[in-house]
């Protein structure tokens, strides 16, 4: 078992994390659609339920992004960092 974690360890720290670039490009695009349809709705529309309702859904959609985005960074920091730490212990 110790020589598949000395495997597992050393395969990881050879793997370079992953890159970012297309995760950004995805989030910060749906954003951008998100703060398009709220600007768009705020020129454009009059304050009817319809446009009030897709407001929210709209700021609901970004907040839901947001929280995504950090939350995958932070877990794939701690993955990395767990076996990193293990090999370094062992």
Do not use: H
Request: proline share 2%; net charge positive; hydrophobic share 45%.
């Amino acid at each position: 078992m110790k020589n598949i974690d000395k495997e597992l360890n050393t395969a990881l720290k050879n793997v370079s994390k992953p890159s970012w670039k297309f995760r950004r490009r995805a989030v910060f695009g749906s954003l951008i659609f998100a703060a398009g349809i709220i600007i768009y709705l705020l020129v454009r529309w009059d304050s009817t339920p319809l446009a009030e309702t897709m407001t929210l859904s709209a700021f609901g959609l970004m907040g839901a992004i947001i929280a995504s985005y950090i939350g995958g960074a932070v877990w794939e920091d701690t993955s990395f960092n767990k076996y990193s730490k293990k090999e370094d212990e062992g």
